[in-house]
């Protein structure tokens, strides 16, 4: 996974997390990266500027917030992009469920749209980016839909007990396989995420 085609796995990675982002439409507040919101981030992630990539990914639903894959061009696959949100409370890096919730809690309500959920908790909910499927315009994502036996589907999102239930489909890291997801949030209050692998069509 880390030979030769490295780089291109690297930015393949970066594809499907763009190209996801696409899919639902980049707002105009999520078009300017500033210099100002590359060296916070590069601070925040320990990051020497000059190796971090911004690129925007689209949550139009969620207000005030901003959605940024951090790209460290120095590293290849699966570690190389965070997702980091710039919200009225302040920046936020992803990669625990306490990510997710706060970005959640401070932009999003249960009106927002489930593909725009799904973008927070696939990018800031788990250690390693999943990817949500929001289209099938990737051949990758036509492959792993097809080996899990999986129809393309969008996010849905109920509401159970006072919680948002939102459940969606995503890319593993690296596009290794595909993973079944569900994301329970309580607006206000907690998120939980069940992530099950479907790899082997299970």
């Not at 590359?38 to 500027?49: I, S």
Request: with cysteine.
């Amino acid at each position: 996974m880390r030979g030769g085609g490295g780089r291109d796995l690297r930015r393949g990675v970066l594809a499907a997390t763009v190209m996801a982002g696409l899919a639902v439409g980049i707002g105009g507040a999520m078009a300017d990266a500033t210099t100002a919101d590359a060296a916070e981030v590069a601070r925040a992630l320990d990051l020497p500027e000059q190796a971090l990539e911004l690129t925007p990914v689209a949550a139009p639903s969620l207000h005030n917030c901003t959605l940024l894959s951090a790209l460290d061009n120095r590293v290849r696959g699966a570690n190389a992009a965070r997702m980091v949100a710039v919200t009225p409370d302040g920046l936020v890096v992803g990669g625990s469920e306490d990510a997710a919730a706060r970005v959640l809690n401070a932009c999003a309500e249960v009106a927002s749209q489930p593909a725009d959920i799904a973008q927070v908790v696939g990018g800031m909910a788990q250690p390693s980016w999943l990817t949500p499927v929001l289209d099938t315009r990737l051949m990758t994502v036509v492959r792993q839909l097809r080996e899990a036996n999986r129809t393309f589907e969008l996010p849905t999102s109920v509401t159970e007990n006072g919680a948002q239930v939102v459940r969606f489909l995503a890319l593993l890291p690296d596009a290794a396989g595909l993973a079944d997801v569900t994301a329970t949030w309580r607006p206000g209050g907690a998120l939980q995420v069940q992530v099950v692998d479907l790899k082997g069509g299970g």
